[in-house]
Structure formats: C-alpha cells, structure tokens
C-alpha cells in the first residue's frame, strides 16, 4: 500500500484553515484551479499546481465532508484509483493540518453496486513513479505557499485598532495626567459659567427695581417740596396729616382656560398578517446542496400571498423546490405562495446545484417579504 503521509502546525483557526482548504477563489493561490461538472453535484475539474505528473486536468470527485474538520476526496492517475483525505485538529496556537494520499478506498464495496467512478475498469494500487518528489512537493506547499494565503486571509480579517500614538502625542504613561488637567478645566470652566449666570441674573433683577420706581416716596415728617412763587401750598415744615393715597387697583380677571378636547377615538386596527422566516442547510456536497426556508404568520390575520427572495453566489442554480413556485433571474430567486393563514407555518424545500463556492453552503441573502430570514 503507498501512502503520502504530510503534516504541518499552523498558527491560524480550524475555520480559517477550512476556507482555504475548501474555497474556490482560494485553493488555485496555493493547490490548483477548480471548475464545476455541469453534470453532477459533487465532481469537478482540478488542475493541480507544482504536483508532479499531475500537470494535466483531473476529475475528482467528493467522498467525504465534514467541516471544518475532514474532507476526503479521491482522482484518477494513470488508472489507479488514488485518495486524498484532508483533517484538521485544533491546538492550542492554532490548528494541525494533516493531508493523507494513498489507495482509494471503494465506498461501493461488498454492496454489489458498480462503482460509477472508476469508469476504465482499473482497480491496482496506486503507484506514482516518483514517491519522494511527490511527497517534498505536498510539504513544500503546506510549509510555504498554504501559510501564505493564511497569513493574507488574517490581515484581510482582523480589525486594526484605533492608532495610540502619533507624532508630537503624549506617551501613553503621561495619559492619566492629561486627562486628569482636562478634567479639572473643564470642572473650572464650568464653575465660571455658573458664576456668571448669578452675577448677570442679580443685575437684571436690580435694573428692573431700579427701572420701575417713580421717584422719592414722601413719608410722615419729611419736608415738603418747594413750590414757585404764586403757587398756594402747604407751609414750610408743615408735617403731612393725611395718609398717602394709593394708586387705583387694576381690577384682575381670571384667564379664562382652555377646555381640554378628547381627541377621536382611532378605528380598531385591523388584523394584519406578520410573516417571518427561517434558513437551514439540511445537507452539503461539495457543488450543491438542499436548503430549507419556514415562513411563520405570527400575525392576527392570513396573508393571502407571500414571497421568499434568496440570493446565490454566481453560477449556482435551483433545480426543483417544494412548498413553493419558483423563478430564478441570475442569481436571485424568488418562490411564491398560498394563502397562509395566522399562528400557521409553510415549508420550502429546495436543491442548489453548481455552487462552486467550497465553503459554507447556504444563500448570501434571503427576505421574506423584505424581512431578512434568521439562521443566516
């Protein structure tokens, strides 16, 4: 039995390691291009890159897959059967990779079935001519080129944080000072303005006193004023006998108020349909899957009509639905209901085929009467 045995430590997560490893855009940057089989859901075309004799486009097809933990897939060379298996185990500064190439196993084994991939018939061990140049060129891209791609996918990710130092700024040990002198000016500025206030509202309470006295107030005892010649008037010194007469009193009526008016009373709402949705992937392939969407009428009335709208990635496809009519324009497509009526739920099942995207199966988008579906 001839088996490639390669492993490597890498410093990033399973799920990052899992994108690379299964993503179309990704794996001809490090392994080889990819393109999809019209024809069936899980084979498609492979074109290797710096593998040796395989500088050539292959069939492989998908046998296993369980993300993002192993993925096994299995190719023809001359004939033979060969047999690719891919797992990823988490460690405590990232994950380990370990990729296995060997003999292809038979699934259809003591089932008497045929097995429709091996079309020539062939079933011997499988033998490269060169093991050690195969097995130095599996090590030179899980060491080199794989990290490579990694450490670009982190950069794209992560989220760089606000700069802390910039020229001519205050080191970061002379911070809590700063903040604490900006404090205090602030604390001080704001007990000016205050003062402020008080001295500018004391003044125009004495201008208005000021402002709104007629003249000097006569009291008992003091002097009378002078009067010109001619003019008959009280004798000089003379005491005032009499009290002093006050002003006439305005006479006040109350404000009359305004009588508070009830406003109309509303018509009673009526009931109104209130329709939400849930996504699941029910099961994977590697070039398609089945993808499931229920519409809830949480509302207080049916809704006569109802629309669900997914978005795929390009060049995938729905082949049949159930639950639903369908129309699919490019990537979007839109499945129409009954009547749904209240407390009640529709299902809607569907096939996805020639999505090619290798990583996570499910639409980009999906609404329900644009309301975006949970579960994505």
């Known amino acids: 039995m001839t088996e490639i045995r390669t492993t490597v430590d890498l410093r990033h997560p399973p799920e990052r390691v899992w994108r690379a490893l299964t ?12 393109e999809p089989r019209p024809s069936s859901i899980s084979r498609f075309e492979l074109r290797p890159a710096d593998l040796p004799e395989l500088d050539e486009l292959i069939t492989v097809e998908l046998v296993e897959l369980d993300p993002p933990h192993r993925i096994v897939v299995r190719w023809l060379e001359d004939g033979q059967p060969t047999q690719v298996v891919c797992e990823l185990t988490p460690t405590a500064e990232g994950c380990r990779l370990t990729v ?19 079309d020539s018939g062939i079933d011997d061990p499988w033998r490269p001519t060169d093991l050690d140049r195969r097995e130095q060129a599996y090590q030179q891209l899980l060491d ?18 606000e700069a802390t130092a910039v020229i001519g700024a205050v080191p970061a040990g002379a911070a809590p000072d700063r903040r604490s002198r900006r404090k205090l000016g602030i604390g001080l500025a704001v007990l000016a303005l205050a003062v402020g206030a008080v001295v500018v509202v004391a003044g125009l309470a004495r201008g208005r006193t000021e402002s709104g006295s007629a003249g000097p107030v006569a009291t008992v005892g003091s002097p009378a004023p002078t009067t010109g010649p001619g003019t008959a008037g009280p004798a000089a010194g003379s005491p005032t006998t009499g009290p002093a007469t ?11 108020r305004r009588t508070p008016t009830t406003p109309p009373a509303r018509p009673a709402n009526p009931g109104q349909p209130d329709l939400a949705a849930r996504y699941t992937t029910l099961r994977t392939g590697l070039l398609g899957y089945r993808g499931e969407v229920v519409v809830t009428n949480g509302g207080n009335a049916a809704a006569r009509s109802w629309t669900v709208v997914i978005t795929l990635p390009a060049g995938a496809e729905v082949s049949t639905a159930s639950g639903a009519s369908f129309v699919q324009e490019d990537e979007r497509v839109t499945f129409t209901g009954a009547a749904l009526p209240a407390d009640r739920s529709a299902t809607i099942q569907f096939e996805v085929v020639r999505d090619a995207t290798l990583t996570q199966k499910q639409p980009t988008s999906c609404v329900v009467q644009d309301r975006p579906c949970e579960g994505l």
């Open 144 to 161: 080199t080129r794989l990290p490579a791609v990694l450490d670009w996918l982190a950069f794209r990710e992560v989220d760089l944080p």
């Open 246 to 256: 006050a002003p006439p009193s305005r006479s006040t009526r109350p404000t009359p």
């Open 23 to 34: 993503d179309r855009e990704l794996l001809p940057k490090w392994f080889g291009s990819v």
């Open 100 to 118: 296995t190439h060997g003999d292809a196993e038979d699934p259809f084994r003591d089932t008497g079935i045929e097995d429709p991939f091996l």
